[in-house]
């Protein structure tokens, strides 16, 4: 029998305090490798753990913050495996984890993506997410958070519309299929985008692989613990998660929705700093987008039949409430 080989993406910024738990609880019965992206110059910590997984862990040393999106692009572009995981540094995984969901994996081919059940790790009565949730209007949500956990304990294993990347398993062939690609002086391959930095660049990941026809998968066998938003303040959070909104909304929707979200951007970014770099950011949504919409194979017809339909501000409170507590 051959044995699937994943390759495990760890991003290490601020993460002295908890890394080193996260690395020591994965396990797999199948061959894997663990690629650490430094984007702290944590030289210390990561020398440490080289040392205790000599023949498991790469690191990749950065002197300066790329990111999620940039970080995870870095990472995969070195892996080796057909199954790429994107593992928080503040996520810490029960054994069978990486298992059940390449069991699942290995069995469904059309599936892009798979995450099982994340836990607050600093409240384990409280769900973190069992997958995403995606608006019409262009919010994206994590299903179930901050929820009892016993009182959807019994979830179902089953599709949604996208995974949480601090615990996702997504199929390299699937993220070759969506990445986009940049032309400049040497084509560059877009996993995630570079241009989010952080915060919904998962979640706009989901929306390219629904456009190109791919599912993903809720595994609640699956368990893992998260400590959730430990590197990063409220205020840049929310900031990027509403400018990413917009970006998002612009690539990837119909006609209406990327004009009315082009608008509701430019009104944002009135307000941000670096207005210059912010709106060329603009331009290049929609060469992107331009990309996107050409080589979809999904109908935005069909993919609106998985969004959940409800009220614009009642998101915008969710949103607010979320990330700036």
Not at 131 to 140: C, Q, V
Request: with cysteine; proline share 2%.
């Amino acid at each position: 029998m051959v044995f699937a080989y994943i390759s495990i993406i760890v991003i290490s910024y601020k993460s002295e305090g908890f890394i080193e738990k996260c690395i020591k609880c994965i396990r797999s019965s199948y061959p894997y490798e663990i690629i650490i992206v430094d984007n702290d110059d944590n030289q210390k910590v990561l020398e440490r753990i080289k040392a205790a997984y000599p023949k498991q862990v790469k690191v990749i040393p950065y002197t300066q913050n790329l990111g999620f999106s940039e970080g995870n692009n870095k990472g995969i572009r070195v892996a080796e495996g057909e199954y790429i995981m994107t593992l928080n540094a503040d996520c810490f995984l029960e054994k069978d984890y990486i298992d059940e969901c390449l069991r699942f994996m290995e069995k469904n081919q059309r599936y892009s993506s798979v995450q099982g059940k994340l836990i607050l790790a600093n409240n384990k009565k409280l769900i973190d997410s069992t997958g995403h949730i995606m608006t019409r209007s262009g919010f994206s949500i994590d299903r179930d958070h901050q929820e009892k956990d016993n009182k959807i304990n019994g979830r179902e294993s089953g599709d949604v519309f996208g995974v949480c990347a601090a615990a996702a398993i997504y199929r390299r062939k699937a993220l070759e299929d969506t990445a986009i690609k940049i032309q400049g002086t040497n084509v560059i391959r877009e996993f995630f985008d570079n241009d989010f930095f952080a915060v919904l660049e998962d979640a706009d990941l989901d929306y390219r692989l629904q456009l190109k026809g791919w599912n993903s998968y809720y595994n609640n066998k699956a368990v893992a613990y998260h400590i959730r938003e430990a590197t990063t303040e409220h205020a840049f959070r929310f900031k990027q998660a509403l400018r990413n909104k917009c970006y998002l909304m612009i690539k990837n929707s119909t006609k209406a929705r990327m004009l009315s979200n082009l608008v509701l951007c430019i009104l944002i970014l009135l307000f941000l700093p670096e207005k210059k770099q912010n709106y060329s950011t603009i331009a290049r949504m929609l060469k992107k987008r331009k990309i996107i919409q050409e080589s979809k194979i999904m109908t935005q017809k069909s993919i609106a039949k998985k969004m959940v339909l409800t009220p614009y501000f009642y998101w915008m409170k969710r949103l607010f409430k979320r990330y700036s507590r």
